[in-house]
C-alpha cells in the first residue's frame, strides 16, 4: 500500500506544527502535505522539515484568499493522488478591537469579552479565517480525500460503510451553542459555531458520494499555544494541556474514526459535544 497522505493547514505554530510532528515521529509510513500563510516566517516548521527530510513538503496557503487555496490544491494534486486525512487548524482568536494577535505583535487587551469591544472588522476576519477557510480548503480538496485510501479511523467489513479520507475540523467548546452558558468572545465563539456548520453539511454531502468522506470536529481543550495565551491564567494546571498531549488525544479520536461517527463534534476525551 501506497503511504498514506496527512495535509496539515495552519502548520506554522501551536497544535497544526505538532500534528504535523506527530505523524512523522509517530506514523513512519505517512508523509505530509504542511500548509502556512508564511513559510518563510515558520521557523520550527523548517527545523521539522530538514528533521524529515523527503517525507514533509511545505506548501503557501493563506485560507483568506481563495486564490491561494485553489493554487495549493492544484500544486497538491501534481505531487499526489490521494489525501487520506486533512486536518484544518489554523483559527485566530481576536484581541482588542478585534484586531489579530500575532506572535511577537505587541501587547493587547483581551478582546469582545462584552459587545462594546465587537468591531464588525473584526467579526468578518475572524469568521473569514475560522469558517471560510476550513470550508474552502473542503471545497478544493475534497476531490483527493475521495480518492483515499482509507488510512486512518476504523474500516467495517462491509464496503458499503468503508471511508477513502478524513476531515478534521479543530473547532472550541466555545463554538457550542448548547454548551454557552458564559457569553463573550462573539466572532470567535460565533466563527467555531459556523464552522460546525460547515462540517455537518460536508459530511452529508461528502458521505453520500461513493466512496464517503468522515468530517468532523474535535474540541483540543485548552492548550498552551499562543491563540489562549492571554487566557492561562484563569486555567487551572491540569486543565491546560501541552500541544502534544492534545494532539495525542485527537489522534486517538481519529484513530477511532468511521462513518457512523461522522458530522459531529467530538471533546479531546472522545465525548461528543452538543451543538
Ligand atoms: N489553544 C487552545 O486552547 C485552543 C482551544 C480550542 C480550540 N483551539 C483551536 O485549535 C486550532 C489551533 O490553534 P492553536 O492553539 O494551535 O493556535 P496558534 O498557536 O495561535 O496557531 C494558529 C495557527 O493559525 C494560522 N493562521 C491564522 N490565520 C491564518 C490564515 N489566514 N491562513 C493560514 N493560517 C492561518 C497561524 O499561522 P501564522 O503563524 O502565519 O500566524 C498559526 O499556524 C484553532 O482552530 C483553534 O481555534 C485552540
Given at each position: 500500500m501506497a503511504a498514506p497522505v496527512v495535509l496539515v493547514q495552519g502548520?506554522?505554530?501551536?497544535l497544526g506544527l505538532q500534528f504535523c510532528r506527530h505523524i512523522l515521529t509517530r506514523r513512519a509510513a505517512a508523509v505530509v502535505i504542511a500548509t502556512c500563510r508564511s513559510p518563510e516566517d515558520a521557523a520550527e516548521l523548517r527545523v521539522l522539515t530538514a528533521q524529515h527530510a523527503g517525507r514533509i513538503t511545505v506548501l503557501r496557503m493563506d485560507v483568506n484568499r481563495e486564490d491561494d487555496v485553489r493554487r495549493a490544491a492544484h500544486t497538491v494534486r501534481d505531487t499526489v493522488t490521494r489525501i487520506d486525512l486533512l486536518l484544518n487548524a489554523a483559527a485566530t482568536l481576536p484581541a482588542e478591537g478585534g484586531r489579530e494577535r500575532r506572535p511577537g505583535g505587541g501587547r493587547l487587551r483581551e478582546?469582545?469579552?462584552?459587545?462594546?469591544?465587537?468591531t464588525a472588522e473584526g467579526v468578518i476576519s475572524t469568521l473569514t479565517t475560522n469558517a471560510v477557510g476550513p470550508l474552502l480548503v473542503g471545497k478544493y480538496f475534497s476531490g483527493l480525500l475521495q480518492k483515499g485510501?482509507?488510512?486512518?479511523g476504523q474500516q467495517p467489513a462491509e464496503r458499503a460503510r468503508q471511508h477513502s479520507g478524513i476531515m478534521v475540523n479543530i473547532t472550541a467548546?466555545?463554538?457550542?451553542i448548547g454548551d454557552n452558558g458564559l457569553g463573550g468572545w462573539y466572532s470567535y465563539r460565533m466563527s467555531k459555531a459556523a464552522l460546525n456548520m460547515a462540517t455537518r453539511n460536508l459530511s452529508i454531502e461528502l458521505g453520500r458520494s461513493r466512496p464517503k468522506v468522515v468530517c468532523v470536529s474535535v474540541h483540543p481543550g485548552t492548550?498552551?499555544?499562543?491563540?489562549s495565551r492571554p487566557y492561562?491564567?484563569?486555567?487551572p494546571k491540569d486543565k491546560l494541556f501541552s500541544a502534544e498531549v492534545s494532539v495525542n488525544h485527537l489522534m486517538s479520536i481519529v484513530d477511532a474514526l468511521n462513518m457512523e461517527k461522522t458530522g459531529k463534534a467530538y471533546n479531546w476525551d472522545g465525548t461528543e459535544l452538543p451543538w
Open positions: 502548520a506554522s505554530r501551536g478582546g469582545e469579552t462584552s459587545l462594546r469591544d465587537v485510501g482509507g488510512g486512518f467548546k466555545v463554538g457550542s492548550v498552551d499555544t499562543d491563540l492561562h491564567k484563569n486555567v
